[in-house]
């Protein structure tokens, strides 16, 4: 069992920053691929981005690319979202996830993967 514990959400102005932290305890950090998803109001959940076990590799969701950026330190077993020019229609809830290592393969990873999730922390871009 792996648990899942975001922070750092919060309320920002269009064109800020934010960075969400996602704490993991339970099992070995670096066995597993880590990935950010978020829910917008009325929306289903989607994928926002994804790093390797080793975080030597991570991909995006075309709607934050070179926006967001994604990191870990599996020495604090830890992951990391820098968002920054951030936009309306980024106003979400963003959950932290974990899958098996093999399912990081340099493309979205898809819920059904997802063997773990966080609770969410509640982003908001508003004026």
């Known amino acids: 069992q792996v648990q899942l514990v975001e922070s750092g959400g919060g309320l920002v102005q269009p064109g800020g920053s934010l960075k969400l932290s996602c704490e993991a305890s339970g099992r070995t950090f670096s066995n597993y691929a880590m990935a950010w998803f978020r829910r917008a109001p009325g929306k289903e959940r989607e994928f926002v981005a994804a790093i390797s076990w080793g975080g030597s590799s991570s991909y995006y969701a075309d709607a934050v690319k070179g926006r967001f950026a994604i990191s870990r330190n599996n020495a604090k077993n830890t992951v990391f979202l820098q968002m920054n020019s951030l936009k309306p229609d980024d106003t979400a809830v963003y959950y932290c996830?974990?899958?098996?290592?093999?399912?990081?393969?340099?493309?979205?990873?898809?819920?059904?993967?997802?063997?773990?999730w966080g609770q969410g922390t509640q982003v908001t871009v508003s004026s």
């Open positions: 996830a974990a899958a098996p290592r093999n399912k990081y393969r340099n493309q979205p990873i898809t819920p059904r993967e997802i063997a773990y």
